[in-house]
């Protein structure tokens, strides 16, 4: 039998039909495809977070990074000598950049910072579709859109918020994007990826320390698929960007805040009732938010078990649940860390299951990130209208374009921001400075120290600094709010206060005083001296404090 070329098709209106346009052949190519998915996230993205908008900050974490912002575009010295924080560089540094470029006032500031925030869940959610369609080919995309929703599942002031975890994520889920597509490769080509699946955790814990757990599952993939060249590689290429960030902005400085001096913080727990109120609150909440990719990662364990080729998804999981808990503090947004490896594991529980349930846990999804994004806009502005009325209270006792160093005890240092004034201190919470933390203790404080490294002692070496250029903090803002912190219960700022401060003026709970005229910053000066003192240890524990009274005359 000869075979013969097909007869050519005929029939009504296929002779004529004209070739497809060009836009058409464009928008089918595999490019077109991922650029429809980015519109999509960046829709979805702008859409769940737009009350980020909506007020300047959400949290004292993003007051914090402002202030810190502005005083390393303003001042010259090491990173950590300007302005004391227990996180990494990398997030402050990229607010003083935007800072820079785009200004420090008006609300031009907050679009731009709000914005950048919605480009990195948007490249977080295409990264996690990447590793997802891997995997389970098209359904990947599921997990992206699952991600996006479930990032606006938390309350408002951590899921809108511009915080560490949003900027932290795209190098964690690159890290293990990298270290996942170097198995696929062969031999000596897998080495490239896996250094830069290690830069990328490097870069991620520069971020936020919690993040150096993202190398779980890349040391594992290293070792399983390349053995000691694999974590001869991976390793270094962690730790070497590390090093090299510490010596730029001072190395014992970077160790001591980021990793060794934090003993206090993660220690103040509170009790136990505390803990586990905070712990199952947040994490109930979170969950709730994404309660669909959970039951769906939760059936498919219990009637498969788990997957020896999901096994780096959960060792991703586990690093995440154990960054999550450090410290035992549980704030909402450390949750965020945990949800790429939930929705790629809940993406492939439904791959395996024949996708049937994928728009019944889209549209939950969908539905309770529609909860919090109304709750989002209706969210309560009594704290920060506060702040921003003590701030405009402070720059008229400041004097009119002024901008001088002022002390704001409190934990929001938003109001030196919204102020304009400068920190007198680089310790810019009363939480450094009296070791109380947002997450531990409510009811007392720990016992404050004085050593060479002791924050009070380092405010007191700022105060003295300031006098030495003829310059002091000529304002006390007192934003204790009757916490334990309180002026009168740490008896040292008790002294401060009482002894060369005058009150001006009140704004609702939160008072403001003037450094008194004639012997104040001498009195400021005693004050200050006695603290750094060698003698000061002997003094503090004999529990004498006529030795800081206001000078005689």
Request: with cysteine; charged share 15%; proline share 6%.
């Given at each position: ?64 990074l ?97 915080s ?79 090093v ?38 947040n ?42 808990s ?37 549209g ?23 702040n ?12 009119p ?106 704004v ?21 001296q ?16 006529d ?7």
């Amino acid at each position: 039998m000869v075979a013969t070329d097909a007869p050519p098709r005929s029939g009504p209106g296929l002779a004529d039909r004209p070739d497809p346009s060009w836009f058409r052949r464009v928008w089918n190519t595999p490019q077109a495809s991922w650029c429809r998915v980015i519109a999509l996230f960046l829709a979805v993205a702008t859409v769940t977070h737009l009350p980020a908008f909506s007020r300047t900050f959400w949290n004292p974490d993003e007051g914090f990074l402002a202030t810190q912002a502005r005083a390393l575009n303003t001042e010259d010295g090491q990173f950590y000598q300007i302005i004391v924080d227990r996180k990494p560089p990398l997030l402050p540094y990229v607010y003083a950049w935007v800072f820079k470029l785009f200004g420090d006032h008006g609300l031009s500031t907050v679009v731009v910072i709000r914005t950048l925030a919605i480009l990195m869940h948007v490249i977080t959610a295409v990264l996690i579709t990447q590793i997802a369609k891997r995997r389970f080919g098209r359904h990947g995309v599921w997990a992206g859109l699952l991600y996006l929703l479930g990032s606006a599942g938390m309350a408002p002031e951590d899921s809108q918020a511009a915080s560490f975890e949003v900027f932290m994520l795209p190098w964690t889920c690159a890290a293990f994007l990298l270290a996942d597509s170097a198995r696929r490769r062969r031999g000596s080509r897998a080495f490239p990826l896996l250094a830069c699946a290690g830069v990328a955790a490097a870069l991620a814990t520069l971020t936020k320390q919690t993040a150096g757990v993202t190398m779980l599952p890349v040391i594992w993939r290293a070792w399983k698929d390349q053995r000691w060249k694999g974590l001869a590689t991976v390793i270094p290429a962690f730790a070497l960007p590390i090093v090299g960030v510490a010596f730029w902005v001072g190395f014992g400085d970077f160790f001591f805040w980021v990793f060794t001096g934090n003993t206090e913080y993660l220690t103040s727990l509170g009790s136990f009732g505390t803990v586990m109120a905070r712990l199952w609150g947040n994490l109930g909440i979170f969950a709730g938010a994404s309660a669909a990719a959970f039951l769906a990662i939760m059936y498919m364990t219990v009637r498969q078990g788990i997957r020896k080729a999901d096994a780096d998804l959960w060792l991703w999981l586990i690093g995440a649940a154990i960054g999550v808990s450090s410290g035992f503090h549980f704030f909402g947004h450390y949750f965020l860390q945990m949800l790429p490896p939930i929705v790629i594991l809940a993406t492939g529980a439904l791959h395996r299951n024949g996708s049937r349930l994928r728009w019944t846990m889209l549209g939950v999804t969908a539905t309770t990130a529609t909860l919090f994004l109304t709750l989002a806009f209706a969210w309560p502005r009594t704290n920060k209208e506060h702040n921003w009325e003590v701030a405009q209270e402070v720059q008229k006792a400041a004097g009119p374009g002024r901008s001088e160093p002022i002390i704001v005890w409190g934990m929001d240092p938003s109001i030196y921001f919204m102020s304009g004034q400068i920190p007198a201190s680089r310790f810019i919470t009363a939480g450094f400075l009296s070791g109380f933390a947002g997450g531990g203790d409510q009811e007392k404080l720990p016992q404050i120290t004085y050593d060479p490294t002791s924050p009070m002692v380092g405010m007191a070496q700022d105060f003295l600094n300031l006098l030495r250029r003829g310059q002091a903090p000529e304002l006390f803002v007192d934003d204790s709010w009757g916490k334990p912190f309180q002026p009168r219960e740490v008896q040292v700022i008790k002294d401060l206060q009482d002894n060369y401060y005058t009150f001006v003026k009140g704004v609702d709970h939160t008072f403001i005083y003037r450094l008194k005229d004639g012997d104040g910053r001498e009195g400021l000066r005693v004050w200050a001296q006695t603290i750094v003192d060698n003698g000061m240890k002997a003094v503090w524990a004999k529990n004498q404090w006529d030795f800081i009274s206001p000078p005689a005359g």
